[in-house]
């Protein structure tokens, strides 16, 4: 332990920290020093300019639910020792008393402030926009015709694997999705092509409850930046979502709870809407999977292993086209109540 703190003692010095103690918590370290309990993590190199300057706008445009980061003496929010960065930031103790439906009601309502505070339009190139929904529709069109070419070869097989029979009985919820994809993908090309602007925000990059911490009041913080980037919102929803839905077959509806929270404070522009809806409902994860089992042969195969890996990914996709459906209900019948309150507006005028 005393090699610990001789190691931390030059990383430590510029901020005028005396450590006594150090504990390792994985990537994190636990100071005991003239200066209370501090938290020192390392920092990846090639992160190290995003983060700052992303902290720093966040605190500028008056976001502070970020664990705050202390400055060295002469005002650096990162030193440079031995090849790699380490920051500093206040140890907090975590204790939230509350359960884990309002931890997440919490932080997509706090992930909803740090991008409506964040968000800015930035000009793009009509044409890009246009390369970018070509390409995605080519490959996705690829990716359908695989499936449908593999299906009919298992359905030409004597005696299918267990693989294949799974994969048959799975197929039509498969394509059910592609179709949804693709029509969300085209109806938010042709509402968007003669754009010229798009919303970003600053995203976390690793959104999860374990980066959603509590100080001794109760207040609410993240941390773990290092991998925040300016991009569209929904580069923190889609992660977040994927493995909270990569479980067991479950009506998911907290995760319409905590998506309706967001969107509460955070309202996605119709275009968003259909880009989001498209992107969570494409069945990615299952593709590949079949993928892999087509491309592997022989030896390489694991007939159990990865029928247990395709029945995962069946039940992920069937807890997502929950979510997908319900957030479908939601936006038609709120489409509605504003065709009736226009209706009515009119009669009225």
């Known amino acids: 332990m005393d090699q610990a703190v001789e190691v931390m003692k030059p990383i430590l010095k510029p901020y005028g920290v005396e450590p006594y103690f150090i504990e ?11 200066k209370g309990t501090l938290a ?20 500028q445009r008056g976001y502070h639910h970020i664990v705050p980061i202390y400055p060295t003496l002469d005002g650096r929010y990162a030193v440079w020792n031995d090849g790699n960065l380490f920051y500093i930031m206040p140890w907090l103790m975590n204790e939230d008393k509350e359960n884990r439906f309002e931890k997440h009601q919490k932080l997509f309502r706090e992930l909803a402030r740090l991008h409506t505070l964040s968000s800015k339009e930035v000009t793009i190139n009509k044409e890009e926009r246009t390369e970018h929904y070509e390409q995605l529709t080519s490959r996705w069109e690829k990716e359908q015709q695989f499936l449908e070419e593999y299906i009919e070869e298992c359905e030409k097989t004597t005696y299918m694997s267990p693989f294949q029979l799974h994969y048959c009985m799975y197929y039509g919820d498969i394509s059910q999705a592609l179709v949804f994809s693709q029509r969300k993908l085209n109806e938010w090309y042709e509402e968007t092509k003669d754009n010229d602007k798009v919303r970003t925000v600053i995203t976390h990059g690793k959104l999860s409850t374990e980066h959603f911490l509590f100080d001794e009041r109760g207040t609410a913080y993240f941390h773990n930046f290092e991998q925040s980037k300016v991009a569209s919102p929904y580069h923190d929803l889609l992660p977040f979502l994927s493995r909270t839905l990569k479980s067991y077959p479950k009506l998911y509806d907290e995760c319409i709870d905590w998506l309706v929270t967001y969107f509460h404070h955070f309202s996605f522009r119709n275009e968003e809407k259909l880009l989001f809806m498209s992107y969570l409902a494409y069945p990615s994860s299952i593709i590949r999977m079949v993928e892999k089992y087509y491309h592997d042969k022989g030896s390489k195969r694991n007939e159990i292993r990865s029928v247990k890996k395709l029945q995962r990914y069946y039940w992920m996709l069937k807890n997502t086209e929950y979510v997908v459906m319900r957030l479908n209900e939601i936006e038609e019948q709120r489409k509605e109540e504003q065709n009736k309150q226009s209706e009515e507006e009119k009669e009225q005028a």
Request: no cysteine; net charge positive.
């Open 24 to 34: 390792t918590f994985g990537k994190v370290k636990k100071v005991y020093s003239n």
């Open 40 to 59: 020192v993590k390392q920092l990846p190199a090639k992160h190290g300019v995003d983060f700052i300057r992303n902290v720093q706008f966040l605190y």
